[in-house]
């Protein structure tokens, strides 16, 4: 067989090779593993849409559009951070600092109604508090009657210091601090009963949850 009819032979064969069908599904597999692996390849590069805080958030902040930002990260677990196409809004459960991914624990989504009030309370807050901390309410016994003393019962949590504790001066009540406060509306018949008993009220710090 000469070089001629070999180079004849396989030029017939070759239109029976592209319409086989073994070879066009392996075509297509192979056209799909390529666009599979660079779309693969392009998702893990860019890494997943979460929102991070732009500056520091104190324990009990209102997160707003304008305190986050959305960044593509690769973090080991990201189902435990805020993550969404919409920024989010809500209270921040722990302090944040700048440029933190939100975790899911430490954010409570969510528009919080809030009442500002300002409560005489019996002693001076921690000196480690400051404003937009978050604070318990409790009640405790007049130690003026102590016949009648009640146990210290807990009024509310999570109210949101709004100033620095004032100390002054109340006719009938002698000196007292007053600190303005954000009261949740869920909480607020509470901590509105507890500021018209005769009880003196005193806050702590909340526990931040981890």
Known sequence: ???????????????????????????????????????????????????????????????????????????SHPKVYVSGSKAPSGVVLRSLQAGELIPKSAFQNGGVGYVQLVLNLSQMPSNSLKVGDLIDLWAIGNRRENESQEPASQIATGLVMASAPQASQSLGMGQVTTLEVKVAKASLNQVLDAMGSKRALMVIPTVEKK
């Open 1 to 75: 067989m000469n070089k001629k009819s070999l180079i004849t032979q396989f030029a017939q064969k070759k239109p029976a090779l592209r319409r086989d069908p073994r070879f066009l599904l392996g075509v297509l597999l192979v056209i799909t593993s390529a666009l599979l692996g660079g779309w693969l390849f392009n998702a893990n590069y860019r890494g997943y849409a979460l929102w991070e805080v732009n500056k520091d958030m104190p324990q009990g902040s209102v997160i707003t559009e304008a305190d986050v930002t959305k960044v593509y990260a690769t973090p």
